[in-house]
Each structure stands twice: as structure tokens, then as C-alpha cells.
């Protein structure tokens, strides 16, 4: 039976940059590095990013292509509004500007230094 997702993989043409970034923004540790570029950072709560060298450059993704379009990740009440101002003051490029619906939930879309996608999102009443 499956008991959920260990990691998401992600390309880049510059892994140790990557790597970095998401240690420096997100507070990631680096739990594996195999000594050839691939290397992979986790979250406080185990989930994992692993980043892979790509072979190769097709652009930015929109919001609507097909395939995985963005990361989410969780983060608390309070902190929300902090991480989004880190997050601009490291110069990201904003897909859509940080919200707050009629229910409370807050979002923030945006772009890692390599051009994917991530969710920012804090949820009152998480989904389960």
C-alpha cells in the first residue's frame, strides 16, 4: 500500500546552485549528495526535493502545459507573510501576487531561481 510521496524530482542546469537556494529560502537540509551533481534536500517534515542535472533546456513551463505544473508548500499563519517578503527580497519572479481567499487560505505563486513553479499556501483547515 502506498503511504505517500517521498520525493519530487526536479532538472536544473545548475544542481549545487539549486540546491543551495532551496537550503538558503526554505530552510532545506541537504541529506543526500552522490558526488556527481545529484543531490537531495529535505523538508522539516521528511518530504524531499531531489534535483538532477538536466540534459536540456525546453523553456518555461506555463500554468496550464502539461505535466507537473508547481511544488506546494505548506507553511503557518504566521509566517506566511514572512516568507513571502524573503522571498521577494531574494528578487523571484512573481506568477500570482500573495492572496487571501474568502476562507482564509493564503497563496503565493511564484518561480525558483531555475524557473519552476512553486505554491506557497497556508490552509485554516487542512484538506485532511
Known sequence: MIQGIEHIAVCAK???????????????KQVYDNGKGTYFVA?????????IASDNDTG???????????????VGDADFDAMVKKLMDAGVEVVTEAKTSAKGIKTFFFR???GNIFHLIYRPEPLV
Open 60 to 74: 518555461k513551463c506555463g500554468g496550464t502545459d502539461l505535466g507537473i505544473r508547481h511544488f506546494a508548500l505548506s
Open 43 to 51: 523538508a522539516p517534515d521528511g518530504s524531499m526535493i531531489e534535483i
Open 112 to 114: 525558483d531561481i531555475e
Open 14 to 28: 545548475d544542481t549545487a546552485k539549486l540546491k543551495d537556494w532551496y537550503i538558503q529560502m526554505f530552510d532545506f
